[in-house]
């Protein structure tokens, strides 16, 4: 599924020092931002937003511009830093989390199951896997 994406990224993001925090946005990646109170915790927020701004990329197929690290014009409350990730870790989690799904059984096979303690959860992720071959 990732094949075609590097596994490490570094772009360019601008600092932007407001009033009462500072706001962090990717000249590259637009819709990109974050922010924080302080510099270490916008950049904390940066790398989270970034992660899941290149793992929506990347599921819907799209290209992943290259950064621009060259004439990047900041205004005077503003500071260039680069942010780096890698998509391992946001990958596994973004596979592994958990779906939320309603379904409709007859009610005596739920009155069973019940009865019998039935992981329904586990029961149907079984199911799935068995029936997907996986």
């Not at 270490?40 to 290209?63: C, F, R, S």
Request: proline share 6%; charged share 20%.
């Amino acid at each position: 599924m990732y094949k075609n994406y590097p596994d490490d990224y570094i772009f360019p993001a601008i600092i932007e020092k407001n009033t009462n925090n500072f706001n962090i946005y990717f000249p590259d990646l637009p819709g990109c931002v974050a922010s924080g109170n302080s510099i270490p915790e916008a950049i904390k927020e940066a790398k989270g937003a970034l992660e899941l701004h290149l793992w929506g990329m990347e599921q819907d197929d799209e290209v992943i511009p290259v950064p621009e690290y060259k004439n990047m014009q900041i205004a005077a409350n503003e500071t260039i830093c680069f942010i780096d990730v890698n998509m391992f870790n946001i990958r596994a989690q973004m596979a592994n989390r958990s779906v939320k799904k309603t379904l409709t059984i007859p009610w005596y096979l739920n009155e069973l199951a019940e009865k019998q303690k039935i992981n329904f959860s586990q029961l149907l992720q079984s199911a799935l896997k068995a029936q997907l071959g996986i």
